[in-house]
């Protein structure tokens, strides 16, 4: 089995640019990394060669132009996974 792998990102829409990475790690870090998603129920999406991508990345560095599609794919499938969450929550 592989070492658990996790990357957090950041896009903010008022600020131009591309989503920035704000944690990375493997094994106990990405571990605390995913406990904090969990704890703020934070959606977390699962793809190993992306993560593995990312890892390359520095702190609080923008994600490169070839990775924009593969991370843009990841913010859809979040703002639908946030959109589901409502109307659960309004049923």
Same mark, same amino acid.
């Given at each position: 089995?592989?070492?658990?792998? *996790?990357?957090?990102?950041?896009? #903010?829409?008022? $600020?131009?640019?591309?989503?920035? !990475?704000? =944690?990375?790690?493997?094994? *106990?870090?990405?571990?605390?990394?995913? $406990?904090? =998603? $969990?704890?703020?129920?934070?959606?977390?999406?699962?793809?190993? =060669?992306?993560?593995?991508?990312? %890892?390359? %990345? #520095? !702190? #609080?560095?923008?994600?490169?132009?070839? %990775?924009?599609? =593969?991370? *843009?794919?990841?913010? !859809?499938?979040?703002?639908?996974?946030?959109?589901?969450?409502?109307?659960?929550?309004? $049923?």
């Amino acid at each position: 089995m592989s070492e658990k792998k *996790a990357v957090a990102l950041k896009y #903010d829409q008022e $600020q131009s640019g591309a989503p920035k !990475v704000i =944690a990375k790690g493997k094994g *106990a870090i990405a571990e605390k990394i995913l $406990q904090k =998603a $969990q704890e703020f129920e934070v959606p977390v999406f699962q793809n190993e =060669a992306l993560a593995t991508s990312l %890892l390359s %990345l #520095d !702190v #609080d560095e923008q994600i490169p132009p070839n %990775l924009y599609k =593969a991370v *843009a794919e990841v913010f !859809v499938w979040l703002m639908k996974s946030e959109q589901q969450a409502q109307l659960s929550s309004r $049923q």
